[in-house]
Nanobody, 119 residues
Framework: QVQLVESGGGLVQAGGSLRLSCAASQRTFSRVAMGWFRQAPGKEREFVASMRWSGGTTYYSDSVKGRFSISRDRAMNTVYLQMNSLKPEDTAVYYC????????????WGQGTQVTVSS
């Protein structure tokens, strides 16, 4: 079992920046990838960004490409989401997720952190 703890959410004006962090409780936990998803009120959860743990290849949704950046600190067992040029439509609860080796998808999720972008 691994626990994911997100932090860094908050209220920011449009055009501003925030950095989200996600710390995994076990450093040796074998993983395929870690990612970020978000869910806005009344909408389904959607993919934002991900990083393959081996090699570091990154993926982004079209809606955040060029504005958001996912990175990691392997020593700290933490993944980050740097969010720049934020827009009101980025307002959502952001979730960190981990795909364990052998899993078919993301099978561990954090509790979520609220990001609110005011216009």
């Amino acid at each position: 079992q691994v626990q994911l703890v997100e932090s860094g959410g908050g209220l920011v004006q449009a055009g501003g920046s925030l950095r989200l962090s996600c710390a995994a409780s076990q450093r040796t936990f074998s993983r395929v990838a870690m990612g970020w998803f978000r869910q806005a009120p009344g909408k389904e959860r959607e993919f934002v960004a991900s990083m393959r743990w081996s090699g570091g290849t990154t993926y982004y949704s079209d809606s955040v490409k060029g504005r958001f950046s996912i990175s990691r600190d392997r020593a700290m067992n933490t993944v980050y989401l740097q969010m720049n040029s934020l827009k009101p439509e980025d307002t959502a609860v952001y979730y960190c997720a981990l795909q364990q080796v052998g899993a078919t998808g993301y099978n561990y999720w954090g509790q979520g952190t609220q990001v609110t972008v005011s216009s």
